[in-house]
């Protein structure tokens, strides 16, 4: 019952922003964990950041103080990403709790 979609990806400059958004439905956003997960081809999928029931985030090492993760009273999770790097282009995921996901969305950062 529970669906994701992400929205948001594209192709963008080294150093660049972009900001993705999950919207989930049939769920109810304030009692799950919601968060984004990458994959890069030939790599396996990588957390990238989380946000909890709480409000609590947390960020993979390789995008603090890059990627902001946040939420509003919508359901909607969103992944506002800053100075953008190469090495951040894979295919974006939504989850809530680790368990539903998005079908992903591409970001491809290139010049």
């Known amino acids: 019952q529970v669906q994701l979609v992400e929205s948001g990806g594209g192709l963008v400059q080294p150093g660049g922003s972009l900001r993705l958004s999950c919207v989930a439905s049939g769920t109810i956003f304030s009692s799950n964990d919601m968060g984004w997960y990458r994959q890069a081809p030939g790599k396996e999928r990588e957390f990238v950041a989380f946000?909890?029931?709480?409000?609590?985030t947390n960020y993979a090492d390789s995008v603090k103080g890059r990627f902001t993760i946040s939420r509003d009273n919508t359901n909607t999770v969103y992944l506002q990403m800053d100075s953008l790097k190469h090495e951040d282009t894979a295919v974006y995921y939504c989850?809530?709790?680790?368990?539903?996901w998005g079908k992903g969305t591409q970001v491809t950062v290139s010049s």
């Open positions: 946000i909890t029931s709480g409000g609590f």
């Open positions: 989850t809530v709790n680790s368990v539903y």
